[in-house]
């Protein structure tokens, strides 16, 4: 009886003692999302002075897509390491990569170097994003998991706003290298914060890891953001390259989906995909950023080359959008821990994602900040009630042996749809373009546009006044193009979203019917302490 009675004392203070803990390494959690959010905003607008110092402009675009493509070809192995040998170790090793990369990046002597360390930093950037992720799967039952995912939201609309004001600040006063630099003191803090505060049981999977499957879907994922990336810029669409290259996508991931159905442990087991809700977070996931992503890269060129906006501020163009997705994901946080119902959330996103892009296609010359900034607003709310109900419900979806897999999964579908979307938006627009500065200024306007529709506010300002309305009409007719085509894909979210079956969420307020389920989640919670 007295050892009964111990227990239940000892059980009391480590309740107390909770909150506490798990507010730690919810701000290291933070911490290293802020650094992989952060660090594209950031080098992008340091990219300029980068080329100026190093050269080598040819090779420019590589120093985003080496990024791109190790973070993209990494998330789903990161996610697999997680589940076979533990999450704590598995995101230590992230962080410690990607501060690697980092530190080398800022050493950098020549624009092949930096390629290279760009590459390194990508590895470790795709298990930060994972594992963040993870962890709170692990952490927090997902009754409560909505509150701390809004969070994260919360700071993916900071570095979205903050990446391009930082990054040309670090680079006016510091130096175009502490841009890379600034990460390691951020990262060294989480770093230190995970080592102390997380204690997560200890794995140790006997299987092999899959090789030959995790090489196959490298290859895959590689080949096709480097469709989407060269696709209309680099090359043609029909080109010879551009064929090859989906070909080489295509058969690499036939032949992963057969290697995974007989692999001991594979890389992302299919059996996950037989739950519905699972697959359709997926699908409403990839189209989410589909859409946010051109959005994103498309209204501030709007509001510069149209509505006269300064280039300086352009994260704070943004802030409509990014203010009213933040607000609803806390909202819808909130509301899904206390109420444990979701279903409402992806339903209204994707309506409220769908008429804010209609919305947005409907500007013109003419359209005011206020007028844009209020259909920014609508989009922002939509996407608010979808970017981290996607993440909780795949999560709710899985078992906890599978919390990696299906976190890596979500997020691979979502960088997957922004690569896309930034890639056919952007051939839309750029064709647009083209074809309205032919119609209205004839071989002058051809010639401005032939190596690129986007001008920067330099050009634009020394174009004659007839040229320089010629070309924000195509700007505005191009964006008309885009953004009505994002409405439309926005509608399959609609789709998925209407087929999503509303299964109580486990955890310690979630109905009777599943108050047997918590117990692995909240097992995982104490031992933080």
């Not at 997680?82 to 990046?105: C, H, P, Q």
């Not at 003191?185 to 997560?200: T, Y």
């Not at 060269?230 to 690499?252: D, H, K, Q």
Request: with cysteine; net charge positive.
């Amino acid at each position: 009886m007295a050892d009964n009675t111990e227990a239940v004392i000892q059980t009391g203070k480590q309740a107390e003692k909770q909150p506490r803990s798990v507010r730690v390494v919810l701000l290291a959690l933070m911490i290293a999302m802020l650094l992989a959010m952060l660090d594209n905003m950031i080098v992008g607008t340091a990219m300029p002075t980068i080329v100026g110092e190093l050269g080598g402009l040819e090779h420019l675009s590589w120093v985003v897509t080496a990024y791109t493509l190790a973070t993209a070809a990494s998330t789903p192995i990161w996610g697999k390491l997680g589940d076979m040998y533990g999450r704590k170790g598995a995101f230590m090793t992230s962080i410690v990569i990607f501060l690697v990369g980092s530190a080398l990046s800022g050493m950098a002597q020549d624009m092949g170097q930096l390629i290279g360390f760009r590459a390194i930093q990508g590895l470790g950037a795709g298990g930060l994003m994972v594992g963040v992720m993870a962890i709170i799967g692990d952490l927090i039952p997902p009754r409560e998991r909505g509150k701390y995912q809004g969070m994260m939201a919360g700071i993916m609309a900071l570095a979205m706003i903050a990446g391009p004001l930082v990054g040309g600040s670090i680079t006016d006063h510091w130096g175009w290298r502490w841009s890379f630099y600034i990460n390691l003191p951020l990262g060294i803090v989480a770093l230190l914060a995970v080592s102390a505060v997380l204690h997560l049981p200890k794995k140790r999977v006997e299987a092999k890891i899959d090789y030959l499957g995790a090489g196959l879907l490298t290859i895959g994922i590689s080949s096709i953001v480097l469709v989407t990336t060269w696709g209309g810029s680099e090359y043609a669409w029909g080109s010879a390259r551009i064929m090859e290259l989906i070909g080489i996508g295509v058969a690499a991931l036939v032949g992963f989906v057969f290697v995974q159905t007989k692999a001991a442990s594979p890389i992302l087991p299919l059996h996950i995909f037989r739950n519905r809700n699972f697959t359709l977070m997926s699908v409403i996931g990839f189209i989410t950023g589909f859409v946010m992503f051109g959005a994103v890269l498309f209204l501030p060129l709007y509001q510069q080359s149209v509505q006269g906006a300064s280039a300086t501020n352009s994260g704070l163009l943004l802030l409509p959008m990014l203010g009213a997705m933040l607000v609803t994901s806390m909202v819808a946080g909130r509301v899904t821990t206390s109420s444990g119902r979701y279903k409402a959330f992806p339903v209204v996103g994707s309506v409220l994602m769908s008429v804010g892009l209609f919305l947005l296609s409907q500007m013109d010359t003419g359209t005011t900040r206020l007028t844009s900034g209020l259909y920014m607003a609508v989009l922002g709310l939509g996407m608010g009630c979808l970017m981290q109900i996607t993440m909780l419900v795949a999560q709710n979806s899985v078992e906890m042996k599978d919390m990696g897999v299906a976190s890596s999964s979500t997020t691979l579908f979502r960088t997957l749809g922004s690569s896309f979307g930034v890639a056919i938006m952007g051939a839309l627009f750029n064709h647009r373009v083209q074809d309205v500065m032919a119609e209205r200024a004839g071989a002058l306007g051809s010639k401005m546009t032939e190596q690129s529709a986007q001008l920067d506010a330099a050009s634009l300002a020394k174009l004659p006044a007839a040229a320089r309305e010629a070309y924000q009409f195509a700007v505005s007719s191009g964006t008309h193009s885009a953004f009505l085509l994002g409405s439309v894909v926005a509608l399959g979210a609609l789709v998925a979203a209407v087929f999503v079956k509303e299964v109580p969420l486990r955890g310690a307020g979630a109905p009777a019917k599943s108050e047997a389920e918590p117990a692995a989640p909240m097992e995982t919670l104490a031992e933080t302490v």
